[in-house]
């Protein structure tokens, strides 16, 4: 049974008026929602204590407390589902079994994600990019690794990229993007404060962005042009992201191929010639070893 929570962002789309911006709220704000009056609701959301009433009737419900006792237990039922580790390991497996199940696990996963992508998504995001000016990379932790790694494939095949590891200067970043650039956030949860601020700004400036996340309703979906799905296999408490940090690789390394097929040749010079340049560090580093 989808939850109530997922069934308001599922419903966005189809709202118009006041419905959507009580949805927006709910969607921003959950557990603030739950902690307000219809009075006080009606104020945030510029609608009316009559507006709540049908807004909440629309999803089935007899009143506002109802909704609001059902979206609680709903996030209640997430938090304790996500309070239980997350591993692929036991405790008494020996390092060949966790060989074993480590690569087991990534090629399932690789399939599972594989099953996901949609060439037609796949296709207006490649297209998105290679017009793009400037393309924005954001991520943080786990995440920020794939954004880190499809930044240096972007720059070595001579696109004009920008990846910040500090999300302050990432968010202050954002400000300056335009309509002409692309921003991609990776983000396995869907979640990261940070990570929405720079959608919601990226909004203001008219940026197109590409989300690459689980295949679950979050605040960063409603604010993406375009979403890549991975497989929500992960809980969001674990030991280290396996599961997720493969997925977003795979996704970041797709669409990266995808953009450059087409530039074989080209790209195969651009290597070449950077290569030498960084041969030469290789060669001091040789003289300094030997002794020269």
């Known amino acids: 049974m989808v939850d109530l929570y997922s069934r308001v962002i599922k419903e966005y789309p189809n709202l118009k008026g006041v419905n959507?911006?009580?949805?927006e709220y709910i969607i921003d704000n959950p557990l603030e929602f739950t902690r307000k009056t219809a009075k006080e609701i009606s104020v945030i959301t510029k609608t009316s204590a009559a507006s709540i009433v049908r807004f909440v009737r629309y999803f089935n419900f007899n009143g506002l407390q109802d909704f609001k006792i059902s979206l609680v237990?709903?996030?209640?039922?997430?938090?304790?589902?996500?309070e239980v580790l997350d591993t692929i390991i036991e405790r008494t497996d020996s390092y060949a079994e966790i060989s074993h199940k480590l690569s087991g696990f990534i090629i399932d996963n690789a399939k599972e994600t594989h099953n996901l992508v949609d060439v037609r998504i796949l296709a207006k995001i490649v297209n998105v990019i290679k017009n793009a000016e400037t393309i924005y990379l954001e991520g943080l932790s786990a995440s920020g690794l794939a954004a880190n790694d499809l930044y240096y494939k972007l720059i070595r095949s001579n696109r004009k990229a920008i990846f910040d590891k500090d999300s302050h200067t990432a968010i202050e970043r954002s400000y300056f993007?335009?309509?002409?650039?692309?921003?991609?956030?990776?983000?396995?949860?869907?979640?990261?404060e940070e990570m929405i601020i720079i959608a919601k700004q990226a909004q203001l400036n008219h940026t197109p962005v590409i989300l690459i996340t689980r295949k679950s309703p979050s605040p960063l979906m409603k604010l993406a042009d375009y979403v890549f799905p991975i497989p929500a296999n992960e809980s969001l408490l674990r030991i280290g992201?396996?599961?997720s940090l493969f997925s977003e690789i795979y996704a970041s390394s797709?669409?990266?191929l995808s953009l450059v097929n087409s530039?074989?040749?080209?790209?195969?010079?651009?290597?070449?010639?950077?290569?030498?340049?960084t041969k030469k560090l290789k060669h001091q580093n040789r003289g300094i070893n030997d002794g020269h």
């Open 73 to 82: 237990q709903d996030f209640n039922s997430i938090n304790n589902q996500s």
């Open 254 to 256: 797709l669409i990266f």
């Open 241 to 243: 992201a396996v599961s």
């Open 20 to 23: 959507r911006r009580i949805a």
């Open 177 to 192: 993007m335009t309509k002409k650039d692309v921003v991609i956030i990776f983000s396995y949860s869907g979640l990261t």
């Open 263 to 277: 530039e074989i040749p080209q790209l195969e010079k651009n290597y070449h010639d950077t290569s030498k340049l």
